[in-house]
């Protein structure tokens, strides 16, 4: 089936739970994510790329009182920190959605009321993960945690709640998968949920006790219960469009990509999708399910002390090198690793000797040559195919891998024509045309840059777009040189 592409085009990315400061994953996500947003703006598209925080359930509430906070200042602090994060990294979102917003809430209610069809009140008897605010479906119970002794031991409940039929709903999701009306990439990720289909949704549990959780939507007709944290959380990609009356709601839903976290893909993958269809809504188009950022090959975690902020790696390197470091060395499919080695590699190596490099030598001998004048630069013929393709499937890392094959082939092609051996040679009409190559694949490059490295593109259109040389007056990345030359602590 032909794809056909709309002129508006709706992104997501997951919201963050706020009981924690924001961290190298929460970082990944938001690059990733903008530059799907950055490469369909530059495609002419109308774009409504949209993050948030998930700010009600009980372990916001216990870490605010943990603090000393109310609730709403907690969540309040948390958010502009996250609001920070994805300022420092240079991220275009054009909707920041905070479940505490009265709008959501007021549309999460008109949402329950619509999915009341399906919805029951049942006695929930089973698992509760406290760390993840979870309902632990039979099936996926780890034995080893509903011993109590476990330092992340279950909780048993024993509640009245409401319940939503997912299982009504296991067949028409995997049609919907294995037709690729809802593509699900990547292909492991999606043998995964299809799998966890086949053996069967269960329904599950949609609302606490208010007795036990007050930090909460209430139930629409019923103050006893509140809304489930992860269930609510959901309606946000429809919320923050005005759904149900608003155009926005109507000219961008369905989504095009939402980008998630592969420890929630369940909940994206299954729970969601039996919302959308309960609503009588079409599903994304695509669910990207990126993988885990490790440090120095372990997981991040308080009791390792081994946690870096995005904003530690991003003082010493500038925001484009982070970006370029987290979507082409953290692999797009699979976990990758972080180390203050590999970042310092990759931007000697790749970014100041490949692209800064290319950058210098061609501005540098434009300006000795021929005073700064570039003359009419010819189109570039490079093959985007492969980079567009890759950008289609989410796989960053293949994207970036193709701009620095496009690098390499320019810095070859200078060593091979040896301007300055042109130079001496008096062939000033093949000097010129082999200077006016070397601009005007730098400006191609720009292009293909853009939704990546938003400023080094900038930078290097400005050195190079009019035909006229304008040195830049920092470097193309510039870095913060720290006195004490030790990796920062963590």
């Not at 007795?211 to 944290?229: A, C, H, N, R, T």
């Not at 309960?278 to 991040?300: C, N, R, T, W």
């Not at 013929?381 to 567009?388: F, L």
Request: contains cysteine; proline residues 5%; negative net charge.
């Amino acid at each position: 089936m032909e794809k056909t592409e709309s002129d508006n085009f709706y992104v997501t990315t997951s919201i963050p739970y706020a009981n924690g400061d924001p961290h190298l994953g929460h970082a990944l996500e938001f690059i990733m994510a903008d530059v799907l947003a950055r490469s369909a703006r530059q495609r002419g598209r109308n774009v409504i790329f949209s993050t948030g925080m998930d700010e009600h359930g009980e372990k916001v509430a216990e870490k605010a009182a943990s603090l000393k906070l109310t609730p709403e200042q907690y969540v309040g602090k948390i958010s502009d920190e996250f609001k920070s994060l994805q300022k420092i990294l240079n991220i275009s979102n054009d909707r920041f959605i905070r479940t505490t917003d009265k709008g959501h809430e007021q549309r999460a209610a008109i949402i329950w009321q619509k999915l009341s069809h399906d919805i029951y009140k049942g006695k929930y008897s089973g698992w509760y993960d406290v760390k993840q605010e979870e309902f632990v479906p039979e099936g996926q119970v780890d034995k080893a945690r509903t011993d109590p002794s476990h330092p992340q031991a279950y909780k048993k409940l024993e509640e009245n709640n409401y319940f939503f039929k997912l299982s009504k709903y296991t067949k028409p999701i995997l049609d919907a998968i294995e037709s690729g009306s809802f593509e699900i990439i990547p292909g492991s990720k999606k043998n995964e949920i299809t799998s966890l289909l086949r053996e069967g949704l269960q329904d599950i549990s949609i609302s606490r006790p208010k007795s036990k959780l007050e930090w909460g939507i209430m139930v629409p007709g019923d103050s006893s219960q509140v809304m489930y944290v992860w269930f609510e959380a959901l309606m946000n990609y429809l919320t923050v469009l005005g759904y149900p009356e608003n155009d926005d709601f109507k000219k961008f839903w369905p989504a095009d990509v939402q980008v998630v976290g592969k420890d929630i893909s369940r909940f994206h993958a299954a729970i969601w999708p039996a919302m959308l269809m309960s609503l009588e809504l079409p599903l994304p188009k695509k669910l990207y399910i990126h993988s885990f950022v490790y440090i120095d090959g372990q997981a991040m975690s308080k009791s390792l002390g081994n946690g870096i902020h995005p904003k530690e790696i991003v003082d010493r390197y500038g925001v484009d090198a982070f970006r370029y470091f987290f979507l082409r060395h953290i692999p797009s499919y699979n976990d990758g690793d972080f180390s203050w080695d590999l970042m310092e590699a990759a931007y000697n190596n790749e970014l100041a000797n490949q692209l800064g490099n290319a950058v210098q030598r061609t501005a540098s001998m434009v300006l000795k040559y021929q005073k700064g004048l570039i003359g009419e630069m010819p189109q570039a013929d490079h093959d985007i195919g492969p980079y567009q393709e890759a950008l289609e499937n989410c796989q960053f890392d293949r994207a970036m891998d193709e701009i620095f094959q496009q690098i390499k082939g320019l810095n070859q092609y200078i060593d091979e024509e040896k301007p300055w051996i042109l130079a001496k040679s008096n062939d000033g009409d093949h000097l010129r045309e082999v200077l006016a190559y070397q601009a005007g694949s730098l400006v191609q490059i720009a292009d293909l840059l853009e939704p990546f490295l938003p400023d080094a593109a900038t930078k290097i259109r400005y050195v190079f777009k009019d035909g006229v040389i304008r040195p830049l007056k920092t470097m193309l990345f510039p870095r913060k040189e720290l006195a004490d030359k030790t990796k920062p602590q963590a």
